[in-house]
């Protein structure tokens, strides 16, 4: 039980941001005693619910599962936590089990303390709820944070965006690019803005000798297939 007496709420904290490395942790699992860094290599989603045996959480532990060879396919790990036991943990997977037959395909670690949820800003920092809330950390294979999403406890995330995401990043990583809103997989990419004066002008007048559709010189859109990797390792992903 948390002593309301001994937060200060005021105390300024670290916020963790896209951009900077994953805090390492080692922690208990429903599959054993894990440690962030042992999978570095590979991207991982790690990922906060609520907590065990609540409807939202069931549906999306149920979605992940099912979406579980996606994720695998692109080289992620998924990686759950909340603040309930490990006994807890192991009960409600079991009772999904009974349920659907899904045996449970990743770690779902056990944060009885906090410790682990806080360092990532996953409970409320006053913790006047007691639970954290449905937060995403897409960590890169060098586990650097990519991107970060919260959502509420009363609302279900979309696994299909999240693979979408995932897709994004990868396609970044690989060709230095960007991606438009509403971008899928095989969609045009946006091209970086260009470095010289010399090809600004040419994006602008003659944008086909490039290999680009550009709307304007700031504005270029390219085919993936045209474009050579940056990072050709990160083409197994
Ligand atoms: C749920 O997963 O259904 C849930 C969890 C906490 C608060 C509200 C809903």
Known sequence: MINSAEIDI???????????????????T????ITLSQFRGQWVLFFSHPGDFTPVCTSE??????????????????????????????????SILEMTGIVMPFPLIADRDAEIATLYGMVNPDRIYEQSVRDVFIIDPNQRIRAILAYPATNGRNMYELIRLIDALQVTNTYGVSTPANWLPGDPVI??????????IQRATNPESLGLDCLAWYYCFADVSQLTPVNPTDLQQ
């Open 191 to 200: 091209i970086p803005v260009a470095n010289t004066l010399e090809e600004t």
């Open 10 to 28: 005021d105390r300024p904290r670290e916020c963790l941001t896209i951009g900077r490395i994953a805090p390492d942790f080692t922690a208990i």
């Open 30 to 33: 429903t599959e054993g005693v």
């Open 61 to 94: 532990f149920i979605a992940f599962a099912e979406l579980y060879p996606e994720f695998e396919r692109r080289n992620v790990q998924l990686l759950g936590i909340s603040i309930d036991s490990n006994p807890s943990h192991l009960g409600w997977l079991y």
